[in-house]
């Protein structure tokens, strides 16, 4: 395979255009915590998620997390996050709901509140509780979490739940992106979020359906808007113009390597990496980004 004369190269300088998907994603995990002094309540899989204070005073926590490295490539720049919650049972108003990045691993076991699910029921083992992180033998610092320790007191969202049935959605925030960004990029951190709605006032309590909602289309929803990492930046490069002649270079090195970043095709004949490769790498060149 020929080279392109340095001549030529070293005056193509093409500004990265600009590409972004969506995926939308349910729960990898969710569970409720119900305020009791020896944590003796959950709902690991029912079919509700509770937060709120109860009319008689009691405190539930609502606890989420999605699979985001899992679903979105490794390198890529998260742009928009929104979660959606399908509210199906209220005894209230207005009531601000606010997403709290944790900071420490909870569980969801098998248990399922009887009933409309808001008395909870006897956990399972590796049940998220009040008391415990993993029922019965990992602990949250103080009773129903400590800020600062357990989640992060500054929401990085907030959503008003009225007492309309129907789905509510966090809208995407600078705090939302980066909580997403950095489960992709450290996905041993991803712990998800508590949701924390109506502490102030008994009867606050709110209702939403969980990932085990038998109905598919009512269950938890994260939809992310990224920005796929650049195939033809090869060189790594985040300056202007992102994709220069080192990005050329770069991957003739890696072809002449024999190194897998260079099988652009996707081939898996023998031979692996051929004349096509660099026309693959030509053309995500010429379109800026891909």
Known sequence: MRAMPVGIIAAIAIPAATFADVVTLTPSSDNSIYEHPLGLLSNGAGPGLFA????????????????????????STITSVTLSLNLSRSNSGDVECTLHRLLVDWGEGTSVAPGEGGRGTTPSAGDATWLHTFFDTSFWSSPGGQAGVDFIQTPSGSATVGAALMPYQWSSTPGLVADVQSWLNAPGTNFGWMLVGGESAPGSAKRFD????????????????????????????TGTPLLT??????????FAAGASYANCDGSTGTPLLTANDFQCFLNKFAAGCS
């Open 52 to 75: 709120g204070r109860t009319s008689q005073g009691l405190i539930r926590r609502a606890l989420l997390r999605f699979d985001v490295a899992g679903a979105v490539p490794a390198g």
């Open 245 to 254: 002649a080192n990005d050329f270079q770069c991957f003739l090195n890696t």
């Open 210 to 237: 969980s990932r085990e909602h038998p109905e598919p289309s009512q269950r938890p929803k994260l939809t992310v808007t990224y920005s796929p990492p650049c195939y033809a930046n090869c060189d790594g490069s």
